[in-house]
């Protein structure tokens, strides 16, 4: 069960970090999101034996990490979730595409090699980038941010409550869990046939919390809709930020600068 | 089987996107229109929603195998809340996990609610939970109903994944060794998951009959609108395999190579079987334009390529030191 | 202030929980209404902000009677803090949670603002506004469920057993702010010291009935009656 006390510990850092005042943190959600997903984008975009063009994508993490004060060890974390799949899928190239690209000090590099350099390095930087908007952003201003972008309010609502009580959640569980193996000593994980009894009555206490939620939340004046206030317009300043970045991220893409610099050598 | 943002070409994730969020605003759509939907049901979802989260770290163990294993939840939620609620929790959910969690990327968000969420609600659990249980609940009933729609959600999603990844040309595993790959392992998981499931879903029926009642009786897919759902689906199916090339050239080559490893020697005879059935499917995308295997790599692959790049990364570095140390300097003379 | 005239109240598992209550809360008034587990003090509080249905009788506050096209203008009244303060604060930043009552009831954004900080000044909670719940103490969540209610503005306050949850101290340090909010205010509690502490009056309920109604001391010193009562 350590994954769920990890979970608890990493979730509660992460608000931490987001509850700082650097320059990242007092950007405007909507510029936020729109930049991180140009990043993803043009990042996944390259192709799958591109290594050098993804280079210069690096300086996006390194600074803007920097300048949010973003600690290094919630990254390693989500890399270490993330990674593995991406190498899996990576290693298959390797198997499955042997020829020869090209030849580095005399040592043949394959094809297929390559290709796994080349999705490992998009898939850590896509998860920095990921990480830079989370760890940057609270959570009110996310809801507010998903309202102005038109997402419903039943959903938004959806989202902050689940994220409300996610904590609450992984503190039962954790504190049934350990009722239970204090009285099963043996195993590791609870036996199958516990399962349903385990996981149902933690859901039906889930139900009857909801239940009592609603109620305080009706005699607060709940009707079903809420009246979140949309998160302002980003400033001129934050527009002309985001007109840069999307040019330099765009030149950076179609040109590559590591071989620029190679050529001009 | 949360996808990572490395596995999807953008062209792939934001079509499925679009579906995506199509499903997701047809279910808000719904469940607006829907009388029986109690407003009570919201922080229900939220709460149940925040504990699947959580259940889905719990780990049981699997007798016999020394392996553990963990429950998805889709149709839990399915069954106890109703299809189009559980569509919304599970995306909000998934959501979640991505952004806080980096569990599954941010362009395969689309993907991932579409395997673990839309394939469930639209298809596992109307065609085949619903009607299996809803002529009667009993253990025997929702045992069967929950262990078929688990296994077959399952067998969707991972086919979808194999599909979705295919489609971005990341990876060079062959079709059908990636198929291989994937199928038995999620029949293996689904049965499992399907098994702890039922008996969740069992105890909570013996506890709170009221609750699984509820959810059955909600008018959710009738057939009209399952016609539009399987119609989608076919679209965008053809969107992905029609604009992205899958290697069809390739395959005979691939598929000898792997058999000649593994066996040891060229079994053309044994290999038959699998051979037409290759062709089969070859058959089934050749309208797809053609692919080369080795896209011409856009980057200079020399040594003096190689130069550039380590002069890059250095700059990136440096970068890094400087604003950090303007930073520090900062802070001390506050 | 209100009327509570025979009140009975039924679950539908058959069980009574109220039976026949007439009651009368004056304006000012601190009441605590205490019982044995089960005698009937959260029903009667759920009831009067329409929670649990009624199954006969009427509840009058000032001159609205209780029931269905009533519910939102007694519910600006009349505010419920519950027993369990993770049941109530359902926002994911404390000043979020305060804003949320005002917000449902038409406030303007600059009204919502100035009404939460009120809130946060008056309980000594602003260094509060920008924490989540899930972290906070046991006795912090109590003041943030207690400023999201005073937030509305309401004329009566129903407490759900306001010390269960809370440590000594932070139980010490509650029994002031009671004294100081400006509202009538309904204790359900277990707690016969703060009810001897700062209650005007104290009801006693045994098995949905009213078995004592008066001062403190009279009723707090009546041991037989308290024994009986399953105290």
Redesign the interface.
Known sequence: MTMLSKATYGFHSLEKIAEGETIIHRLNPLTKTITTFLYVVLVVSFDRYSISGLLPFLFYPVVFMSLGEIPLKPLLSRLAIALPFCIFAGAANVIFDQETMLTLLGVPISYGLVSLVSITLKAGLTVIAVLILIATTKMPAISRQLIRLKVPTIFVLLISMIYRYISVALEETINMYMAYSLRSPRSKGIKIKDMGSFVGQLLLRSFDRGERVYFAMKCRGFSGDYKYVPTPEPPALEWLYMISFTALAVILRLVNIPDLISSII | MHMADALLSPPVGLAIAVVTIGAIAYSVNKIKKDESFDEKKIPIMAVSGAFIFAAQMINFTIPGTGSSGHIGGGILLAALLGPFPALLTMAAVLIIQCLFFADGGLLALGANIFNMGVIVSFISYPLIFKPIASKGLSPKRITLATIAAVVTGLQLGAFSVVLETMASDITELPFHVFLLLMQPIHLAIGLTEGVVTAAVLCFIYSMRPEIMEGALTNKSIESKSLKKVIIALVIFTILLAAGFSLFASSFPDGLEWAIGNITGGSEIEKSGTVYNISEKIQEMFAFMPDYSLKTNPEQGTSLAGIIGGTLTLMLAGITGVVINVMKKKKVAKR | MIKIEGLKIKYPDGNTAINDVTLHINEGDTVAVIGANGAGKSTLL?SL?G?VPITEGTVMVDDLMLEKSTL?KI??KI??V?Q?P????????V??DIA??P???GAS?AEVQERVEKVMKQLDIKHLA?R????LSGGEKRMVAIA??LA?DPVLMLFDEPTSFLDPRSRRNLLPVFTKLPVTKVIATHDLEMAAAICNRVIILQNGRVVADGIPETVLQNKELLESAGL
């Open positions: 759920m902000v929670i939102a519910r600006q505010g419920l519950f369990n993770d049941d109530q604060l359902f926002m994911t930043h000043y979020e949320f009552g917000r449902n009831y954004e920008r989540l719940p899930s972290k999201g209610v509305m």
